[in-house]
């Protein structure tokens, strides 16, 4: 106790990002990434936990403390030239760093609130609408998602700490401070063993965000859009609030994966949105584990053989948009890739779990 009482009061640094020349404070208890985020900088970034090399940018000056290793994720070449991961480095000084912040993305403040739980639907037999009534408003982009932390005193004296997307564009919800989550149950999963089995209605929340740089670019290009399990929530969201946007001229191809008849859900909402999208609207549902002798008459397989075979030429032309489980994510780039889309056009948010971080201090 008493050592806690003389714990050192965290440092307080410059820490600026060119070539824009941006300057904040950055404390030494928190990451360059979450210094830039909560005051405001397009600083890329996704998964904030060392797991996409999204926010990775190269240090000109400094030095900074890193929390995890970065040697899986980026280069031999950028190990060299002195690349870090922002979200894994706190500051030990002054420091400098060198990225291209990201003048469309999404740069709403970060706000931290609590929720309450108004709403738990069986979506599947392991997917569960969320609803959440917020505290304070949480103004986001559709594609982004949100921290949802539960602090359980009887299981770990941390919170359990997960990110979920945004199964709805913003003010979708007749209450603006409404949100809904699609949330997968995974065996022996700490938060959503708690979800399915322990948590009702009235439960409280801690949430914290918007994050995330997953979100419609501008453009007129066709879009190919491709979900797996859960991670259709923020692709609905986004194809919602291109609607609500009046920027729905755009063609769109949606895949959504699913392993039976059964795990399909929201095909409701999807039909809503083609009824009303501008452009034209093809919904493919891809089947992996459908029994042969079953009725369904749709595709079967893995969405990857599907896009390889697509041979479409607006695909060289199109923006493509996808979310769910990383080696679906990893398969269907590589596919769309060699399928003629730009590399550059391919925009994704991979649901990785705590399991992908390396958490070694160096
Ligand atoms: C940016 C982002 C957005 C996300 N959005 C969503 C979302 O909208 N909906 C959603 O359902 N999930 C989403 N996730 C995943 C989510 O954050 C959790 O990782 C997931 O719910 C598991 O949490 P848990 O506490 O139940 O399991 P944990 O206690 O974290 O994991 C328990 C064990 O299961 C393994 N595991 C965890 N997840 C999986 C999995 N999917 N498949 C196989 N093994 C797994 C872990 O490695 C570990 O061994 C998102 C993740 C990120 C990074």
Redesign the pocket.
């Known amino acids: 106790m008493m050592f806690g009482l003389f714990r050192k009061a965290p440092s307080r640094y410059s820490f600026r990002v060119d070539p824009a020349g941006a300057e904040v404070q950055a404390s030494s208890d928190e990451s360059l990434l979450q210094a830039a985020l909560n005051q405001g900088l397009a600083f890329p970034h996704?998964?904030r936990?060392g797991g996409c090399g999204a926010c990775k940018c190269r240090l000109v000056s400094g030095k900074v403390k890193e929390l995890t290793d970065k040697s899986y994720l980026l280069s031999a070449g950028e190990l060299q030239a002195n690349y870090i991961l922002a979200c894994q480095s706190h500051p030990r000084s002054d420091v400098t760093v060198e990225v291209t912040l990201e003048p469309d993305s999404p740069d709403h403040a970060v706000v931290s609130t609590e929720a309450t739980i108004v709403g738990l639907k069986p979506l599947t037999a392991d997917i569960l609408e969320v609803e959440l009534q917020l505290a304070t408003s949480m103004p986001f982009t559709a594609g982004q998602?949100v921290e949802v932390s539960r602090f359980d005193t009887h299981d770990t004296p941390q919170p359990?700490v997960?990110?979920?997307?945004f199964?709805s564009a913003p003010g979708a919800e007749s209450g603006s401070d409404l949100v809904r989550?699609?949330?997968?149950k995974?065996?022996?999963?700490?938060?959503?063993?708690w979800l399915f089995h322990a948590a009702d209605v009235g439960e409280k929340l801690a949430l914290k965000g918007p994050y995330?740089n997953f979100h419609l670019r501008p453009g007129t290009q066709p879009i190919i859009a491709v979900s797996g399990g859960?991670g259709l929530?923020?692709v609905k969201a986004i194809l919602e609030q291109a609607l609500r946007d009046k920027k729905s001229g755009r063609d769109v191809v949606l895949y959504f994966g699913a392993r039976t008849q059964h795990d399909l859900y929201g095909l409701q909402a999807i039909a809503e949105i083609q009824r009303h999208w501008i452009g034209r609207f093809e919904f493919i549902p891809v089947l992996s584990d459908e029994p042969a002798d079953s009725d369904w008459t749709g595709r079967r397989g893995l969405i990857p053989g599907h896009l390889t075979n697509a041979s479409n030429a607006a695909f060289s032309q199109s923006q493509a948009y996808l979310c769910g489980?990383p080696p679906m994510v990893d398969a269907c780039v590589a596919a769309l890739v060699q399928a003629g889309v730009d590399q550059n056009a391919v925009f994704f948010?991979?649901?990785?779990?705590?399991?992908h971080k390396i958490s070694h201090e160096i």
């Open positions: 996704n998964c936990a998602y359990v997960r990110s979920y997307s199964a989550l699609f949330i997968k995974v065996a022996g999963g700490h938060f959503t063993e995330g859960s929530a923020p489980p948010d991979k649901f990785l779990d705590t399991s």
